[in-house]
Each structure stands twice: as C-alpha cells, then as structure tokens.
T-cell receptor, first 114, second 111 residues
C-alpha cells in the first residue's frame, strides 16, 4: 500500500539555524512530491513540488527539497530559519495512476527557539 | 492554480443536527476531494467527488453520514449528518492538478 512517513512529529530549531524535515514514501511508481505548510489557524499553502527533472527544487520562502529516488525521500531544507517559519509542515505524495489523489504524511511541527 | 471558496468558515452546531459545507472553484475540475483534519492531526480523505457520478468514500466514511453532491464541474457540497462531538474538526475541500489546492476550511464545533 502507498504510504508517506514523516518520522519527526516535532522539531525545535534555533532562529537562524538550518532545517531539514524528512519525508519518505513507499510505492514503486514515479511519484509527484509536495511540501505544504500550515500556520496556526491558517489554510494549507504549497511550498514546493516535484514532478520530474532536476531533483533539487526551489520553493517559496527560501525552502528547497531534494528528491532521492534511491532513498524514496523528499526532504525539505532551509539554510536559515526565521521565527515566522514556525508552523506545521506536511509532505504529500501522488502517483500517476492515482487520479491525483494525494497521500499525506502525519506532519512535522516546527518550533523556533529565539 | 485554482481558487477555492469554502463556506461557512466556521460553525458551532448542536449534536444531532446536520451541516452542509459548500465549495466553489473558479475553474472547471473533474475531481474534488473532501478531507477532515482533526486537531493536531494530518489530513484524512473522506471522499472523492466526480461530477456525474456518486462520490467514492474512503474506509471509515459512509454516504449516510457524509453525503456529497457534485452538481457541476465547479461546485460541491459535503453534509455532516447527525453530528456528534466527535465530528468536531476542520473540513477541507480540495482540487488537484496534480498539486492540491485548498479552500480555507470549515472549522466545525459540535456541542
């Protein structure tokens, strides 16, 4: 069965430090990969996406993610976090044969220390 | 991209009553998705709504509890029927192309 794993329920990072949020998926077919952010009381915003091509993708707000097929991973990174980055981050995966239905990770809550 | 208008944005309802949530998209889409997001949780897909056919429900969700209408390619409704406090949640409609776009959600509290 298809699944998406975000192993870290929450992560605490100091402001200005680098960030990496992990996402792994299962299923052999070519995936579509997404990261979304949800700030408290807000809707879901697309940070970045990967469909094909260059495996390092740039997104909004200074985020990037790298697709590693051999590891079935799509980890999200940011070189220097800001207090405004505190939010819940969701990884989502779709497949060509899934009619655009996405499988969602459990989410990682990012806490920023001043 | 797609712009999705969802209403109501929030409601407080008595147990045993029903609430209908409306979702309007600014473009024609084949499939619309309805999700539930319980506090502090990820998204759980309730059903997929195709225009012209009955919605497809995920395990644990049934049509009698969550009837869905999809009268045209830009509109859908989700009804939460015979509500109990356990139905308190955020309900989201979404379209995908393949990235998902969301309405702002409906925050439902059942008392």
């Amino acid at each position: 069965a298809q699944s998406v794993t975000q192993p870290d329920i929450h992560i605490t990072v100091s402001e200005g430090a680098s960030l990496e949020l992990r996402c792994n998926y299962s299923y052999g077919a070519t995936p579509y990969l997404f990261w979304y952010v949800q700030s408290p009381g807000q809707g879901l915003q697309l940070l970045l996406k990967y469909f094909s091509g260059d495996t390092l993708v740039q997104g909004i707000k200074g985020f990037e993610a790298e697709f590693k097929r051999s590891q079935s991973s799509f980890n999200l990174r940011k070189p220097s976090v800001h207090w405004s980055d505190a939010a819940e981050y969701f990884c989502a995966v779709g497949w060509e044969d899934s009619n655009y239905q996405l499988i969602w990770g459990a989410g990682t809550k990012l806490i920023i220390k001043p | 991209s797609a712009v999705i208008s969802q209403k109501p944005s929030r409601d407080i309802c008595q147990r045993g009553t029903s609430l209908t949530i409306q979702c309007q998209v600014d473009s024609q889409v084949t499939m619309m998705f309805w999700y539930r997001q319980q506090p502090g949780q990820s998204l759980t897909l309730i059903a997929t709504a195709n225009q012209g056919s009955e919605a497809t429900y995920e395990s644990g969700f049934v049509i009698d509890k969550f009837p869905i209408s999809r009268p045209n390619l830009t509109f859908s409704t989700l009804t939460v029927s015979n509500m109990s406090p356990e139905d308190s949640s955020i309900y989201l409609c979404s379209v995908a192309s393949p990235e998902a776009f969301f309405g702002q959600g409906t925050r439902l509290t059942v008392v």
